[in-house]
């Protein structure tokens, strides 16, 4: 489905407005989704895709996956939250899992970044230079 300019530059207003402090507030997400189905303007379906896009993107974006080969000390678990929400702000959601393929060391997803300092990614990149 193509969106027009319109529905998309309404979809970003909704959003910036939604926005507390820079963090994503789900009240006032729903309070907005509830305006443009009550008031039902023109392309409002087109609207509320893009508005939904934007969303999914922020929520994605401030989240974070923490995967090490055995469970992470709580004041290391700490130490790592605070340096992740130092790096991408306020509002970051921290997931610590186990993932034993790794061998040792610790993968972090954060959005669209991947930090990798694994022991299995050192020697696969090992493995490629021979």
Known sequence: MKISKQARR????????????????ENRVRRAVALVLTKKPRGYIEILSCLQRLVKLDLEK????VESLAPLPPDFQGMVTKQLKKIYG???SVAFVRNPALIGGLRIQAGSD????SVRHRLARLMESF
């Open 10 to 25: 309404s979809a970003r207003e909704l959003f910036r407005s939604s926005l507390v402090n820079g963090v994503l507030d």
């Open 90 to 92: 306020a509002g970051m």
């Open 114 to 117: 991947l930090y990798d300092g």
């Open 62 to 65: 401030r989240t974070a996956r």
